[in-house]
T-cell receptor
């Protein structure tokens, strides 16, 4: 089954404790992206990657890092999480051209 | 920059009512337009898309027509069901490798 898999689904952590949210896709998509979803703000792009070793900032990159060492994986790293990073996070992938994203099921992160 | 404006929700309808969710956009180039749906506790799913002016996207009884002259992409369904209750996001992308810009989402609740 074609899918984007994120882990974990839920995470509660404390301020300053480094964490990684994993994302993996099995569709050989070149383009991958991380979004955060907040009430009243919709989805905002954090980082994206057009291919292996090619990443760039989205609209809200502060406090986040990413890497793209393999085509299928695109982890999101929070080196020192803060409460304002409490949010619902989505990983998504697609092929170039007029196609839509395939989204993961989301990771609900709470930073206390 | 690119932006998408959706009507505020929530929208509450009775089963079998007609649905319209308004979406207008501004774009720096010639965008592709999308509607995504998010069911409770899930990631977003592509509902329909249109890639050029006057195209009509359709899926699961939902339709939207790309109107370049009014920069709009309104979502319609002739007869909604309880199972259509979800959050609907309008989105655009300019260029094959560019990011997708999302609206803030419109929550639809259909009551029996």
């Amino acid at each position: 089954e074609a899918q984007v898999t994120q882990n974990p689904r839920y995470l509660i952590t404390v301020t300053g404790k480094k964490l990684t949210v994993t994302c993996s896709q099995n569709m050989n998509h070149e383009y991958m992206s991380w979004y955060r979803q907040d009430p009243g703000l919709g989805l905002r792009q954090i980082y994206y990657s057009m291919n292996v070793e090619v990443t760039d900032k989205g609209d809200v990159p502060e406090g986040y890092k990413v890497s793209r060492k393999e085509k299928r994986n695109f982890p999101l790293i929070l080196e020192s999480p803060s409460p304002n990073q409490t949010s619902l996070y989505f990983c998504a992938s697609r092929v170039p051209g007029g196609y839509g994203y395939t989204f993961g099921s989301g990771t609900r992160l709470t930073v206390v | 920059g690119d932006s998408v404006t959706q009507m505020e929700g929530p929208v509450t309808l009775s089963e079998e009512a007609f649905l319209t969710i308004n979406c207008t956009y501004t774009a720096t180039g010639y965008p592709s337009l999308f509607w995504y749906v998010q069911y409770p506790g899930e990631g977003l799913q592509l509902l329909l898309k249109a890639t050029k002016a006057d195209d009509k996207g359709s899926n699961k009884g939902f339709e939207a027509t790309y109107r370049k002259e009014t920069t709009s992409f309104h979502l319609e369904k002739g007869s909604v069901q309880v199972s259509d209750s979800a959050v609907y996001f309008c989105a655009l992308r300019v260029g094959g490798y560019q990011k997708v810009t999302f609206g803030t989402g419109t929550k639809l609740q259909v009551i029996p």
